[in-house]
């Protein structure tokens, strides 16, 4: 199991952490929500819970907890920007179809 950064994706959390002056690394998640069912929830981790799964990539820690875990496993998270469109971008291999609008998916 694994969820992985681009180093774009990498480059943005800790450029963030450093603006902040606080948090560990990046906390990642999916709630049901949409028009497809699921959404992701991108968070800066701030402490790791008892049942959190801890991946390392490109020197940042990603936080994951155990019920998002199945759905996002082998996830690869990259950072995009396009014009003055900035974003977290996933490239996950569970998913079955997304909405219309990119916001939700299904597995």
């Known amino acids: 199991m694994a969820v992985t950064l681009t180093e774009s994706a990498a480059d943005r959390v800790r450029s963030f952490?450093?603006?902040r002056g606080h948090g560990i690394g990046l906390r990642l998640g999916?709630?049901?929500t949409g028009?497809?069912?699921y959404a992701y929830v991108?968070?800066?981790a701030e402490e790791i819970g008892e049942e959190d799964h801890?991946?390392?990539s490109q020197g940042v820690k990603v936080v994951v907890d155990p019920e998002s875990l199945p759905l996002i496993d082998g996830t690869e998270v990259d950072f995009v920007?396009?014009?003055l469109s900035e974003a977290f971008r996933f490239r996950n291999p569970n998913v079955k179809g997304e909405c219309g609008c990119g916001e939700s998916f299904s597995v």
């Open 17 to 19: 952490l450093a603006s």
């Open 30 to 32: 999916i709630r049901k």
């Open 35 to 37: 028009c497809s069912g």
């Open 42 to 44: 991108v968070n800066y």
């Open 54 to 56: 801890v991946f390392h």
């Open 81 to 83: 920007r396009h014009g």
